[in-house]
């Protein structure tokens, strides 16, 4: 008995020894790392070469979380102990003896597209204890399925491109038993380095590879590299002039195929030649200079120029551009085409001689990709009629500033190439750049991206990054939609971004930050910093509670709630933070800072404010603050290792000057004056009494005015309401240059009815009298509207999410979109491959609708504004239309469909939004209902304003 009790004893030691050596899956994990040893990675060397790149970073990636370097090793004999085995089905005999032996079942991922499994096999080899085991279905499958693990251990993709810090782990360990990943959704999901001049150029150039003197190979490495751990595939690299042709460095093509990235070329630069550069550069056989870009005078050249390419690069995976621009983002230019239909009929001459050329050099031709990218005025060409070949991929471009201008109609979607989505969240051009920072919000990206989806948009979709930094965010959650579709629903903006900072920052701080960031975009979606002084400042000094101000406290509210976490951030943290978060969050605020108190600073010199002088001062510091963050962000952080890549004003745009200013000079003594709030008379200076807009309970509104001073000395003030009700923030105290003095109702001491008091303004010697009207609404009338939007002062505002009731059509409904839009959500009927209801008649029945119930005190004709979000029809049988009516009313249908550069346009997408306008007449005073149907889906409504016409 004493005997079979040591017995037990022992083997119960034993067996805990087994378990916590070998990290058994008895446990859960399995240790990457243990007792200061790291498993060893075991790569066939007859592996794809990324392969065996991507088994390299991991052991890097191993030794930053854990200090600790795994062994590399060919040969699986010499290993002892714990093993991370990877390889590529029927390229790597490991991988090829599991399977045969029965150790791993693959069978779910043979022969499908970029798929891997990652397993843990106890006892794979005699000699090895327990092994996790990548698989990957192809080379990409396989480098996936690697840098997931590094992902799994703490790793970023965005470690070394954005300095995200890596937490220590003495055992890093991932999960036990067996996973699958992919096939992707969207089967080749990259990028666009584009406008780079002003940075990933002189970066490149002047700090991280002076030896190439351009963005060259060593550049592209680390690119590809960004792009694999980001489970994407693609690139269209650099071509504007200052950037030397992708294809002129010999290495660069080897690169991409070692790294196996899909070499495309953008849409104006065909069968990847790089024409910025190389047309110029280019001599004919005999030596001659090539002649003019034009197709109808030179086409034999062209072919020739093309062929070479084609020539070169064959064997390699790629993907050709078909069709013809100019030789940097313009028309085609053809002395022989005069018209669109020239115009088309010479396209479709070029398609066929394309396609001969990679048909003469490439055997398999499975290997090479095709696609025709329908930008700017091509999409006119496209829908007179081009031929375009049935299995090149069309890739729908957005109008350059985020709303996509096409998509594939149901026949479209029938064509074996399918179709994709060339998308931008950096560009130059009109109406005006962003190249700057990246405000492009989250939520409409998802919104865009998975309305492409839905019309089968699934081949290709590519990214204009610009330099890549500082559109890090937008690129996370771009390539984990291209990857999986379903990582993120609609109503997922704020969440990705949540998800992205628990990652990067911790979880603790991660929602804190994607508030900020969140705010942030919607402040963007209102004004891009790029385009603060397009088509006016964009924000009332005035009216509406002050815009303006209200802007730029808004964003200062959001630099003192993100630098008070950099702050508190470990040290290791706050580079990436700087460049993810506090740098953009500053310096848009600072923009906006600049541009609205220099013009605030020229309207209160006219009216001999001498605060315009503080005003004038705030804009110019914030235009050198600007300088200063950009001096920071390109010399201090990681130590200088992105000195050169931010540029504060690419192109020199107007934007980015020093707006005009003004300044006054004090009169001598105390001047006192008073503006209200919506006005710019001086109280005091016309000697007439002002009068408040009207206070209502059912808006529950304040205003304001201003005492100011016009003096060289300050003077004292007091304030005195006539009546209890009436409230002020300030009742006395002395102004040296300005006090804002915000004036409501105590409702609760207010009587039924309409009310009248005033407030008696005493400032130095001068005395002014203000009116203050109020309403406070019957008991009874009250409950009645409760939930009701009522007119005062003429108009309502309605959250386009706030209404009061709704109804789904046939195959549809209006859904609510949060943080899209400008001020808060947004409504669009989902799903977006709703049928179209043209017939006005066959709307009540069948189309989805929402009410919003309001109350005017005056009958007559309200104007309906409905702000919408700038879209466009989603396809050639689709339009962009949506009907309202009030009560039983006469429905109206609205189209608001704009032609790209139109000038209507432009200002849609400065403002972010599409002002659309009806009339309609209103009998009674009361209550009274504005309903909203769907005519067209991809209609997005942000915000509803009904007002009394006068």
């Known amino acids: 008995m004493q005997t079979s009790k040591k017995i037990n004893l022992c083997l119960s030691v034993l067996i805990f020894f087994i378990c916590n050596t070998l990290s058994a899956q008895s446990t859960g994990t399995m240790s990457l790392v243990q007792n200061g040893k790291a498993a060893t990675i075991v790569v066939?060397?007859?592996?794809?070469?990324?392969?065996?790149?991507?088994?390299?970073?991991?052991?890097?990636?191993?030794?930053?979380?854990?200090?600790?370097?795994?062994?590399?090793?060919?040969?699986?004999?010499?290993?002892?102990?714990?093993?991370?085995?990877?390889?590529?089905?029927?390229?790597?005999?490991?991988?090829?003896?599991?399977?045969?032996?029965?150790?791993?079942?693959?069978?779910?991922?043979?022969?499908k597209w970029e798929t891997f499994i990652q397993t843990t096999v106890d006892q794979p080899y005699a000699n090895i204890s327990q092994a996790l085991v990548i698989a990957g279905s192809d080379r990409r499958g396989t480098a996936f399925g690697i840098f997931d693990i590094s992902e799994q251990i703490g790793v970023?993709?965005?470690?070394?491109?954005?300095?995200?810090?890596?937490?220590?782990?003495?055992?890093?360990?991932?999960?036990?038993?067996?996973t699958q990943q992919g096939p992707p959704s969207v089967k080749y999901r990259g990028i666009f380095i584009n406008d780079e001049d002003w940075g990933l150029h002189p970066w490149a150039r002047d700090n991280y590879s002076p030896e190439d003197q351009y963005i060259g190979p060593k550049v592209y490495a680390r690119v590809f590299e960004l792009l694999l751990r980001l489970k994407a595939n693609y690139i269209w690299p650099a071509m504007h002039l200052?950037?030397?042709?992708?294809?002129?460095?010999?290495?660069?093509?080897?690169?991409?195929?070692?790294?196996?990235?899909?070499?495309?070329?953008?849409?104006?630069?065909?069968?990847?030649?790089?024409?910025?550069?190389?047309?110029?550069?280019?001599?004919?056989?005999?030596?001659?200079?090539?002649?003019?870009?034009?197709?109808?005078?030179?086409?034999?050249?062209?072919?020739?120029?093309?062929?070479?390419?084609?020539?070169?690069?064959?064997?390699?995976?790629?993907?050709?551009?078909?069709?013809?621009?100019?030789?940097?983002?313009?028309?085609?230019?053809?002395?022989?085409?005069?018209n669109h239909q020239k115009m088309l009929a010479m396209q479709n001459e070029i398609f066929p001689a394309q396609r001969k050329m990679l048909n003469d050099y490439n055997k398999d031709m499975s290997m090479i990709g095709q696609i025709f990218c329908p930008y700017k005025e091509v999409l006119d060409l496209y829908r007179l009629g081009m031929k375009v070949p049935e299995d090149v991929i069309l890739v729908w471009p957005d109008d350059n500033h985020g709303y996509i201008r096409y998509l594939c109609t149901p026949q479209e979607q029938k064509r074996s190439g399918g179709s994709g989505v060339y998308y931008h969240v950096s560009y130059w051009g009109e109406p005006e750049d962003y190249l700057w920072l990246c405000s492009t919000p989250p939520a409409l990206i998802l919104e865009e991206m998975l309305k492409a989806y839905d019309y089968n948009a699934r081949s290709l979709w590519v990214l204009n990054v610009g330099d890549i930094k500082p559109a890090e965010i937008a690129i996370e959650l771009f390539t984990n939609l291209g990857w999986d579709i379903n990582s993120y629903s609609r109503n997922d903006g704020h969440k990705s971004l949540v998800d992205s900072f628990s990652k990067w920052f911790g979880s603790e701080r991660a929602p804190e930050i994607a508030q900020i960031m969140t705010e942030y975009y919607q402040l963007g979606q209102a004004r891009k910093p790029e385009h603060s002084t397009s088509y006016g400042i964009g924000f009332s000094l005035n009216d509406n509670g002050d815009e303006a101000a209200q802007r730029v406290g808004h964003f200062q509210q959001l630099d003192q709630r993100a630098t008070a976490i950099y702050n508190n951030l470990p040290d290791n943290m706050r580079d990436s933070y700087y460049q993810l978060v506090l740098y953009p969050v500053r310096c848009a605020g600072l923009m906006s800072a600049k541009v609205l108190n220099a013009a605030r600073s020229v309207l209160y010199a006219k009216q001999g404010r001498v605060v315009a002088n503080d005003y004038a001062k705030m804009a110019k510091d914030a235009y050198e603050q600007i300088k200063t963050e950009t001096e920071f962000y390109n010399k201090k952080i990681a130590d200088g290792k992105w000195d050169g890549v931010m540029c504060w004003n690419p192109r020199d745009q107007r934007a980015?000057?020093?707006?005009?200013?003004?300044?006054?000079?004090?009169?001598?003594?105390?001047?006192?004056?008073?503006i209200l709030e919506g006005q710019e008379t001086d109280l005091i200076d016309s000697g007439k009494s002002g009068t408040l807009p009207l206070f209502s309970q059912f808006a529950q509104n304040s205003y304001y005015f201003d005492l100011f001073n016009k003096g060289y000395y300050p003077f004292d003030y007091k304030v005195e309401p006539s009546d209890k009700w009436i409230t002020i923030d300030k009742n006395n105290g002395q102004v040296s240059s300005q006090e804002r003095i915000v004036v409501s109702v105590n409702y609760d001491l207010l009587p039924e009815g309409n009310s009248s008091g005033e407030l008696l303004v005493k400032a130095g010697a001068t005395i002014s009298r203000i009116t203050v009207n109020a309403y406070k609404p019957e008991a009874q009338l009250k409950e009645k509207l409760t939930g009701v939007a009522v007119v005062t002062n003429g108009s309502v505002t309605i959250e386009a999410e706030n209404f009061s009731r709704k109804t789904s059509g046939n195959d549809g409904s209006w859904e609510t979109i949060p943080h899209l839009g400008i001020s808060g959500s947004s409504v669009t009927v989902l799903p977006t491959t709703a049928a179209t209801i043209s017939d006005v008649n066959a709307l009540e029945n069948n189309s989805p609708c929402m009410e919003y119930d309001f109350y005017c005190h005056e009958p007559g004709v309200q104007q309906v504004q409905i702000n919408c979000l700038p879209t466009h029809p989603i396809n050639a049988e689709r339009g962009l239309r949506y009907a309202v009516a009030i009560d039983d009313g006469e429905k109206k249908v609205v189209a608001f469909d704009t032609k790209e550069y139109a000038p209507d346009w432009k200002v849609n997408v400065v403002n972010g939004q599409a002002v659309t306008k009806t009339e309609h007449k209103v009998s009674s005073v009361g209550k009274h209902t504005l309903k909203v149907w769907m005519v067209d889906p991809g209609v997005v409504l942000d915000k509803i304003i009904i007002s009394q016409k006068q």
């Open 156 to 178: 970023s993709p965005w470690a070394w491109w954005a300095d995200v810090a890596v937490a220590h782990n003495d055992s890093p360990a991932i999960s036990t038993g067996s």
């Open 656 to 674: 980015y000057k020093m707006p005009q200013t003004a300044t006054v000079d004090p009169e001598a003594g105390a001047a006192p004056g008073i």
């Open 44 to 111: 066939d060397n007859n592996d794809f070469t990324v392969c065996r790149i991507a088994a390299s970073c991991l052991a890097d990636d191993i030794e930053m979380v854990s200090n600790i370097r795994p062994e590399i090793s060919n040969d699986i004999t010499t290993v002892n102990g714990p093993a991370i085995i990877v390889g590529t089905i029927g390229k790597s005999s490991l991988i090829d003896e599991l399977i045969a032996q029965g150790k791993i079942n693959v069978t779910d991922i043979t022969g």
């Open 242 to 338: 200052c950037t030397k042709g992708f294809y002129t460095f010999p290495e660069n093509k080897h690169v991409a195929d070692d790294y196996a990235i899909v070499v495309g070329s953008s849409h104006c630069e065909q069968m990847l030649r790089n024409n910025e550069w190389e047309w110029r550069r280019y001599s004919k056989p005999d030596g001659n200079k090539p002649g003019d870009w034009d197709w109808c005078t030179n086409s034999d050249t062209i072919i020739e120029y093309w062929r070479q390419r084609v020539e070169y690069t064959a064997g390699f995976e790629g993907m050709y551009t078909l069709g013809m621009r100019g030789i940097h983002d313009s028309g085609m230019p053809c002395k022989g085409a005069d």
